[in-house]
């Protein structure tokens, strides 16, 4: 994107405090999303709110067409469901020219649950849709800014769920995760970036946007630019050998916009490109979509290290039905799917569009009562974990410290 472009500020709603709920009962940021519906987070409303784009069917068909391959299902399914920039990513794509893209994960407990496996299951059908590089930063020194760990903890966490998030299938050839704690160290051009965000950011530029206050560190002051950092290419020049014009794409779920939209805004004043995103919905918590799935909450979460016997478990316990009171009353009134977890799982996770559809509508007309729903879900979810934990051994100490050292990787940045 042009580097004379007039820095215009991204429309950056959140006012100082105002990462505080909405008119609609939502509060969506990087710590927490809540909402006072049953049916979750009015997700119209937080495009407006955000600035963001919605991703529109045409732009999803230019996607198919470009790529000449089929749309995921958490595309079709408007699970991805707002973007920025999306269309210039496909127009380079389009005219050969190479982008990459990032996405990362902090690491604040021993498991990660199944909403963080959306960003990593849908980046990894980037990568393979697109053949591009990946970065993967893992925030072992954002975690321990938040969260009551040792550095020494957290940074043993970033290796721990780098291994849930190699099993995912990333081409090794194509990814570098790093610890920021081990690249920050080791990298000066990463540094670099870190402060020229620094210098170009205000405080009453991350107090309006991360809602900020005097009692907090300024450890998490300052850590927004560590985040923004991979969105440029010259912090790898080991891979994009020191090259400031290559594209990045970011895939995460909105509650990351914030960190973004003010490196998209610091962007044109260091004369980089802005990074394009593709934002998700929340995978909902097991009691309903007012909050979502999280790992501070393990009642709340199904963990990738769950055992069969504790899916079936916290599915029947915790899975908050839309049914009908009784029997009778279900048979008679129908299920609600738009508040039933069960069905909004499958929705992220059963791959297949007709038997979901056949459920929605038998779950609808009360044919189908939520115990059977209940029973469909934990026989789609178990072999999917019992796989994940399978490839997760597979995944040895050597094997992660070859995705995690900086090196060159398979990528012609010469275009
Ligand atoms: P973290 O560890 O909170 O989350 C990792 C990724 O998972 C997404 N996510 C979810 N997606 C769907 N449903 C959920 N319930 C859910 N919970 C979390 C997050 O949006 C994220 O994409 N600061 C970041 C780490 C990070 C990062 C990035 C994330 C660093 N650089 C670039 C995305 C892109 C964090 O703590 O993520």
């Known amino acids: 994107m042009a580097e004379n472009e007039t820095p215009k500020p991204e429309q950056s709603p959140s006012v100082e405090g105002e990462d505080v709920e909405n008119e609609s009962g939502d509060v969506v940021d990087p710590w927490t999303v809540t ?106 020194d954002e975690k321990f800014l938040w969260r009551d760990l040792s550095i020494e903890e957290a940074h043993r966490l970033a290796y721990e769920n780098a291994k849930d998030i190699i099993a995912c299938g990333f081409d090794i050839k194509k990814t570098f995760i790093f610890s920021d704690i081990d690249y920050i160290g080791s990298s000066s051009d990463f540094y670099m970036n870190m402060l020229r965000i620094q210098r170009c950011v205000t405080f009453s530029q991350v107090r309006a946007i991360f809602g900020f206050n005097d009692s907090d560190s300024i450890g998490k002051i300052s850590f927004p630019a560590i985040q923004a950092a991979p969105s440029f290419s010259n912090s790898f020049p080991q891979i994009f050998g020191g090259k400031t014009d290559i594209a990045c794409l970011i895939p995460c779920a909105i509650d990351q916009d914030p960190y973004f939209r003010m490196t998209r805004d610091a962007a044109p004043k260091l004369g980089y490109p802005k990074p394009a995103l593709i934002h998700s919905q929340f995978f909902p918590a097991l009691q309903g979509a007012q909050t979502k799935m999280s790992a501070s909450d393990p009642t709340s979460s199904i963990f990738l290290t769950d055992s069969d016997a504790d899916i079936k478990t916290k599915i029947e316990k915790y899975a908050y039905s839309g049914g009908g009171a009784t029997v009778e009353e279900h048979r008679e009134k129908g299920g609600d799917c738009e508040i039933d977890i069960s069905y909004q799982y499958l929705k992220f996770f059963m791959e297949d569009d007709e038997k979901l559809q056949q459920l929605k509508q038998d779950y609808t007309s009360g044919k189908l009562l939520t115990g059977e729903l209940k029973k469909v879900l934990i026989d789609t979810l178990q072999p999917l974990i019992r796989k994940h934990r399978e490839k997760r051994a597979e995944v040895t100490n050597e094997i992660v410290k070859e995705f995690m050292t900086p090196r060159k990787l398979d990528f012609d940045y010469s275009k």
Do not use: C, N, W
């Open 35 to 140: 909402s006072k519906s049953a049916k979750g987070v009015d997700y119209d409303k937080l495009i407006t709110r955000f600035g963001s784009q919605k991703i529109e069917p045409e732009l999803l068909q230019r996607m198919e067409k470009v790529t000449g391959k089929p749309l995921h299902h958490l595309l079709k399914r408007e699970i991805f469901f707002s973007q920025r920039d999306l269309s210039q990513i496909l127009d380079s794509y389009e005219q050969g020219k190479p982008f990459f893209l990032y996405t990362g994960r902090g690491p604040s407990s021993e498991a990660m649950h199944l909403g963080h496996l959306i960003p990593f299951i849908f980046t990894k059908y980037l990568q393979d849709t697109f053949d591009v590089p990946l970065v993967i930063q893992m925030t072992d």
